[in-house]
């Protein structure tokens, strides 16, 4: 049963020691603004995946982009050094693209507000289009003779 812990507590321990890197062993101003979001490591401890985003405009999140890349083995290299293990897993950095499709779901539920309100605004101000009581009564009801 432990062993079915071992990769998610490995995989919290690598977000750690990456988060760590990124502050104090890479020397780049572009990783500023870059923060470790999740970190997955397959059963067999072989592979570890970590997702990453950068906040910013879009510059700053192309220069993101570009020096995670560039220290990809500088971070596999902090992350074996950290990790108690035999074979350090091998290190796949990925985009996180939950915050831009958060934002984007934010910006559409905004807009149906927006949309809720004005519709209220117009019901509250409309008037019936005919007679307050279309239906016919019974005195202009005809029998049929």
Request: aromatic share 4%.
């Given at each position: 049963?432990?062993?079915?812990?071992?990769?998610?507590?490995?995989?919290?321990?690598?977000?750690?020691?990456?988060?760590?890197?990124?502050?104090?062993?890479?020397?780049?101003?572009?990783?500023?603004?870059?923060?470790?979001?999740?970190?997955?490591?397959?059963?067999?401890?072989?592979?570890?995946?970590?997702?990453?985003?950068?906040?910013?405009?879009?510059?700053?999140?192309?220069?993101?982009?570009?020096?995670?890349?560039?220290?990809r083995g500088m971070l596999r290299r902090e992350m074996g050094r950290g990790l108690n293990i035999r074979l350090v897993p091998t290190l796949e950095l990925v985009p996180d693209t939950v915050p831009e499709a958060a934002a984007h779901l934010e910006?559409?539920?905004?807009?149906?507000?927006?949309?809720?309100?004005?519709?209220?605004?117009?019901?509250?101000?409309?008037?019936?289009?005919?007679?307050?009581?279309?239906?016919?009564?019974?005195?202009?009801?005809?029998?049929?003779?």
């Open positions: 049963m432990a062993n079915n812990n071992r990769p998610a507590r490995l995989a919290q321990r690598i977000k750690v020691i990456l988060a760590e890197a990124l502050q104090k062993t890479v020397k780049d101003d572009r990783v500023e603004n870059v923060t470790i979001t999740d970190a997955r490591v397959t059963n067999d401890l072989q592979q570890a995946t970590v997702y990453y985003t950068v906040y910013g405009d879009e510059d700053t999140v192309a220069a993101g982009h570009a020096a995670m890349t560039e220290h910006d559409i539920l905004r807009a149906a507000r927006a949309r809720d309100e004005e519709l209220a605004a117009n019901r509250d101000e409309s008037q019936y289009a005919g007679e307050a009581n279309p239906y016919r009564t019974s005195d202009h009801h005809r029998s049929g003779d």
